[in-house]
């Protein structure tokens, strides 16, 4: 595989990763419906349906008489190969299929259905043409050349691939070579140590690498749907090593992967193995209180704790950091758009049925929803051109899911249903009511521009529901690449702004662009919340809390 191909392949990985609200779906029947309702569509309004196949007629006689100004658009990579623009026979081939999907679209677009009708149109006539997309087919000209250029033998590689994920796969293009990495070899090397473990979670104790640390600690909250070490990935990537070497002494939590058996396990589960968590933490550093980082949906859960905390008046956290993390799910993106009454309630049913929700099943759900990204890609890497799946952490770190108990699947629903974190007593925990206006420590909150998955806005949104002083940061990135952010990279870009007024592209017009990782504009913002320096400890633990397994502990091998 080329350079060129392979980044590629990792730009849009890291761009395009699970990590999902894990909320919402589509389910086959919802696809099945809207497929239907789109081809009752024609039979409905047949002079409209008419005038797109004679407007789509006059476009295909100007691309056979060479006329036509169709082209893909600039950011569409899958037509790079020279031949589809040189070659008059592709040219046309390209041609017709951009004409044909143009035309599709505007026929949906310009009939009678409702605005909700026209989105789920626009999406199942997207799931159908990407699928027969010219690129997908043995004429693709780069499979073309590959096939001459290898005497045949990438076919029977494609081939031999293909079988391998009909049995291995479920019959998905596979998205990484699961062979190249192991966690705790190659991924996930940063020293430290299991220094507490309940049924939940286990507490990792990072060794720190200065000489003086600051006094007040850090504990990073990851999502329960992926595992932790998206925090450790490799060296260069790794935030945990970053935030040792910014004198923060690090700790992560990484959660248990959970069974059937741990089905009844809810929100209030998962707050309460936090607070022993925190607890051990103040033990261990003789720290009075700590800063928090959650991410996705481990930010929901920090926040709940801190509601908590507010309600039975516990003063253990002084800052956070909210990453990629929805509280207002007033979303109006994709994932959203099958989200029902009844899908809702049918997800939770399978999830309760089964005790837990697969994140296989998810990342499976997902993919259908950016296929270009998460299926044709492969499709054509693995199978057309020959190549092995390629070898890049991010992609590993996806693929190795996890699942959620039904119990706290079934709450998160419930929050998307209600919205509950925006009105105040609406939500409970361990008892408590939550009011997120009560809730006024200083808070750093990052979002990226081009996330699906958390749009910016919402997360600005959420950001206006909490009482502290907040630094709202946009990453110019996606989901992942927004914490994945290591400071170096030319193409990085983030905005600040202290105002935040009602409106999000209010903020943006005023907001300050800076250049580079937002890693470093973070580092000084906790730094001035992490207290005094002292000298740091290089033994982990302590006498009641001593170090166990090394890093990356045992949960994290849990499949």
């Not at 006094?215 to 935030?243: H, M």
Request: aromatic content about 10%; hydrophobic content about 40%; proline content about 5%.
């Amino acid at each position: 595989m080329s350079n060129k191909n392979n980044e590629d392949l990792q730009r849009q990985a890291s761009e395009h990763t699970l990590n999902l609200n894990p909320v919402i779906g589509i389910r086959g029947k919802d696809l099945l419906t809207s497929a239907r309702m789109v081809l009752l569509q024609a039979i409905k309004q047949p002079f409209h349906s008419a005038k797109h196949v004679a407007h789509f007629g006059l476009e295909l006689k100007n691309v056979l008489l060479g006329q036509s100004e169709l082209q893909p658009e600039s950011d569409d990579r899958r037509f790079n190969d020279p031949a589809w623009s040189q070659n008059p026979l592709y040219r046309r081939y390209l041609q017709t299929y951009l004409a044909w999907r143009k035309e599709l679209h505007e026929w949906i677009e310009d009939s009678n259905l409702s605005g909700q009708d026209t989105s789920r149109g626009h999406f199942v006539i997207n799931l159908m043409t990407e699928a027969m997309a010219p690129t997908n087919t043995m004429a693709n000209p780069a499979a073309v050349k590959r096939f001459f250029e290898t005497g045949g033998k990438s076919l029977l590689d494609g081939l031999s691939h293909l079988a391998k994920d009909l049995v291995n796969n479920g019959g998905m293009p596979s998205q990484v070579n699961m062979d190249a990495f192991e966690v705790g070899k190659n991924l996930a090397t940063t020293e430290g140590a299991v220094v507490f473990r309940n049924d939940v979670l286990e507490l990792i104790q990072y060794k720190p690498i200065t000489e003086s640390v600051h006094e007040r600690p850090l504990l990073v909250v990851p999502p329960q749907i992926n595992k932790f070490y998206v925090f450790d990935l490799s060296p260069e990537k790794s935030l945990a090593r970053f935030c040792l070497r910014s004198s923060f002494q690090t700790f992560i939590v990484s959660w248990r992967n959970p069974t059937k058996a741990q089905r009844e396990w809810g929100l209030s589960t998962y707050i309460g193995a936090l607070k022993e968590a925190i607890d051990v933490i103040l033990k261990i550093t003789g720290s009075k209180d700590l800063n928090v980082l959650g991410a996705c949906s481990g930010g929901i859960t920090t926040v709940a704790l801190l509601g908590h905390y507010q309600a039975i008046g516990e003063n253990k956290i002084n800052a956070f950091t909210q990453m990629v993390s929805v509280l207002d799910f007033n979303l109006n993106n994709q994932v959203a758009l099958f989200a029902d009454e009844m899908t809702l309630e049918a997800a939770k049913r399978r999830s309760y049925q089964a005790g837990v929700l697969e994140g296989k099943d998810m990342a499976k759900v997902f993919a259908w929803m950016r296929p270009n990204d998460l299926i044709w890609n492969y499709w054509v890497n693995n199978y057309l051109m020959g190549n092995e799946p390629p070898a890049f952490d991010i992609l590993y770190w996806n693929n190795d899911t996890t699942r959620l108990p039904a119990a706290f699947h079934g709450e998160l629903v419930e929050m998307f249903k209600t919205n509950a974190l925006t009105r105040p007593n609406a939500l409970e925990v361990c008892g408590t009511p939550i009011d997120l206006k009560q809730v006024t420590c200083d808070f750093f909150c990052l979002a990226g521009t081009t996330d699906h998955i958390t749009p910016w806005e919402a997360c600005y949104r959420s950001a206006l529901l909490l009482g502290g002083k907040c630094e709202f940061v946009l990453s110019n990135s996606g989901h992942i690449q927004s914490i994945l952010n290591p400071p170096g990279n030319p193409k990085a870009r983030f905005s600040t702004g202290t105002e935040l007024p009602a409106d999000p592209k209010a903020w943006l017009e005023k907001a300050t662009k800076h250049a580079d990782s937002w890693w470093l504009y973070w580092q000084n913002w906790m730094a001035e919340r992490s207290g005094k320096t002292k000298k740091a400890s290089f033994s982990l633990g302590n006498k009641a809390y001593p170090a166990g397994e090394a890093s990356p502990g045992t949960y994290v091998h849990e499949r």
